[in-house]
């Protein structure tokens, strides 16, 4: 171990006997990534048999399957259309991991991409996956587990639970071929933050001077700069202990995120109101259409008249008015809103008026 390694170990020592850390203090490493330490999508194309009568007819499904045949030595004559319903087109994609090796291996999604009703019970043939640079990294292969299913009567009436169409492989690809990566190259390491904060990055560099003095810089409000050494196995140490050190991050900005679809609303810890009044009511309208029957007298010339008669009732529920005064947090607006017993809408409503009145201390977004 060499004398950079030694003062690290003598000071994350000295740091975890002196420090106390509050109960909101995050790891680094649970904050942000490593520049360059990514992972890289893999795309391939192939064939699922073994169907139990739920493949296609496609013409580019009947292409794919002659070539297979063909790579095996066996050719079929050109007016010859063979007639496959155990066979589906499919598209397989994968996430290679950092410094995943050759021999290693990763999960894989396969999506039929054709007119197959159902890949339950099909089994993936070798398949190259490829990276967005053409090269080959993994070839995939394995029978298929589907969580979906489908069920169609004679009637043309069918059942689809979940998604058949889409099946899971663990562990099904080989790593063929190590993408490289940048961690070695150059003499620094940075650190991005996934959510950007000057505050929180601008802590994040403290903390990592105050384990090794002078090492670390927050350029933006993303990205930290640190000082690394060179050789490969000091570097891994020296990340080992940075990446376990504790800070606090600083709060979120005030946000209240409404979802206009589900009727789900999420309202940040600092989102505060000024001085301000809200009264909450509701008029219910009934409209009732009764007809009257009207006949003429005996013996008297006429004809049976229908007479439309409309009823319309209107009640107006007794309103209820609350006033906060300013700097009103999140419990006492939440429990003012349940007292009153609005419902999702009416609560978008609120906050909307809210927000156009000034009073509201936070973003609102409405997604």
């Given at each position: 171990?060499n004398?950079?390694?030694?003062?690290?170990?003598?000071?994350l020592?000295?740091?975890?006997?002196?420090?106390?850390?509050?109960?909101?203090?995050?790891?680094?490493?649970?904050?942000?990534?490593?520049?360059?330490?990514?992972?890289?999508q893999?795309?391939?194309?192939?064939?699922?048999?073994?169907?139990?009568?739920?493949?296609?007819?496609?013409?580019?499904?009947?292409?794919?399957?002659?070539?297979?045949?063909?790579?095996?030595?066996?050719?079929?004559?050109?007016?010859?259309?063979?007639?496959?319903?155990?066979?589906?087109?499919?598209?397989?994609?994968?996430?290679?991991?950092?410094?995943?090796?050759?021999?290693?291996?990763?999960?894989?999604?396969?999506s039929?991409?054709?007119?197959?009703?159902?890949?339950?019970?099909?089994?993936?043939?070798?398949?190259?996956?490829?990276?967005?640079?053409?090269?080959?990294?993994?070839?995939?292969?394995?029978?298929?587990?589907?969580?979906?299913?489908?069920?169609?009567?004679?009637?043309?009436?069918?059942?689809?639970?979940n998604?058949?169409?889409?099946?899971?492989?663990?562990?099904?690809?080989?790593?063929?071929?190590?993408?490289?990566?940048?961690?070695?190259?150059?003499?620094?390491?940075t650190?991005?933050?996934?959510?950007?904060?000057?505050?929180?990055?601008?802590?994040?560099?403290?903390?990592?001077?105050?384990?090794?003095?002078g090492?670390?810089?927050?350029?933006?409000?993303?990205?930290?700069?640190?000082?690394?050494?060179?050789?490969?196995?000091?570097?891994?140490?020296?990340?080992?202990?940075?990446?376990?050190?504790?800070?606090?991050?600083?709060?979120?900005?005030?946000?209240?995120?409404?979802?206009?679809?589900?009727?789900?609303?999420?309202?940040?810890?600092?989102?505060?109101?000024?001085?301000?009044?809200?009264?909450?009511?509701?008029?219910?309208?009934?409209?009732?259409?009764?007809?009257?029957?009207?006949?003429?007298?005996?013996?008297?010339?006429?004809?049976?008249?229908?007479?439309?008669?409309?009823?319309?009732?209107?009640?107006?529920d007794?309103?209820?008015?609350?006033?906060?005064?300013?700097?009103?947090?999140?419990?006492?607006?939440?429990?003012?809103?349940?007292?009153i017993?609005?419902?999702p809408?009416?609560?978008?409503?609120?906050?909307?008026?809210?927000?156009?009145?000034?009073?509201?201390?936070g973003e609102?977004i409405?997604?």
């Amino acid at each position: 171990m060499n004398k950079f390694i030694k003062i690290c170990s003598v000071v994350l020592a000295s740091v975890s006997l002196l420090s106390t850390f509050s109960a909101h203090s995050q790891r680094i490493k649970d904050l942000a990534d490593i520049q360059g330490v990514r992972s890289n999508q893999l795309v391939g194309y192939g064939l699922v048999v073994g169907l139990p009568g739920t493949g296609e007819q496609t013409p580019f499904t009947e292409q794919s399957f002659k070539t297979m045949l063909s790579n095996f030595g066996i050719s079929m004559p050109a007016n010859l259309k063979p007639q496959i319903k155990n066979v589906a087109a499919v598209a397989v994609h994968a996430d290679l991991p950092a410094f995943a090796k050759p021999g290693q291996k990763v999960d894989i999604t396969v999506s039929s991409i054709g007119s197959s009703a159902s890949l339950r019970g099909g089994t993936l043939l070798q398949t190259i996956l490829v990276g967005i640079d053409g090269n080959a990294y993994a070839v995939a292969q394995g029978s298929l587990v589907v969580s979906g299913l489908g069920a169609e009567g004679l009637d043309g009436s069918s059942v689809v639970i979940n998604t058949p169409t889409v099946g899971r492989i663990s562990n099904g690809a080989t790593v063929e071929r190590e993408i490289k990566s940048a961690f070695m190259s150059g003499d620094h390491i940075t650190f991005n933050l996934r959510s950007s904060d000057f505050t929180t990055a601008k802590r994040m560099a403290d903390t990592i001077n105050d384990f090794i003095a002078g090492t670390a810089r927050a350029i933006d409000a993303t990205s930290v700069k640190v000082t690394a050494p060179r050789d490969a196995s000091d570097r891994v140490s020296f990340l080992s202990m940075i990446e376990n050190l504790e800070f606090e991050p600083d709060s979120p900005a005030a946000k209240i995120i409404v979802n206009s679809r589900t009727g789900t609303i999420v309202i940040g810890s600092e989102v505060k109101l000024l001085a301000a009044a809200i009264t909450h009511g509701g008029i219910t309208v009934t409209i009732n259409e009764q007809q009257e029957v009207t006949q003429p007298d005996a013996f008297a010339e006429g004809e049976t008249a229908v007479t439309e008669n409309s009823i319309i009732d209107v009640n107006q529920d007794d309103s209820r008015m609350f006033v906060f005064d300013p700097g009103v947090t999140l419990d006492t607006l939440v429990r003012a809103i349940n007292e009153i017993g609005a419902g999702p809408g009416d609560v978008m409503a609120i906050l909307e008026a809210l927000d156009q009145a000034g009073a509201l201390r936070g973003e609102l977004i409405i997604i």
